[in-house]
């Protein structure tokens, strides 16, 4: 089994605390976001929600 930990660009929660940005968005942070040529990307099935590409990521985000 490979180490499920490379899937993401980042683990560490660093800054998931910091304020919102001036247009209420939350900070952009590589944390919990899938790395470019994960197994994570394409890997999800379709619950109706918009997606990028043949099928929607596993995990939190969908990737651009």
């Known amino acids: 089994m490979s180490?499920?930990?490379s899937d993401f660009l980042s683990v560490d929660p660093k800054g998931v605390d910091?304020?919102?940005l001036p247009d209420?968005?939350?900070p952009e942070l590589p944390f919990m976001r899938?790395?470019?040529g994960s197994r994570?990307?394409?890997a999800g099935?379709?619950?109706e929600l918009p997606f990028q590409g043949p099928a929607?990521?596993?995990g939190?985000?969908?990737t651009k």
């Open 34 to 36: 899938p790395e470019p």
């Open 3 to 5: 180490d499920s930990f």
């Open 60 to 62: 939190a985000f969908e």
């Open 56 to 58: 929607p990521d596993l």
């Open 40 to 42: 994570l990307l394409d």
């Open 24 to 26: 209420v968005c939350l």
């Open 18 to 20: 910091s304020p919102r």
């Open 45 to 47: 099935i379709s619950v």
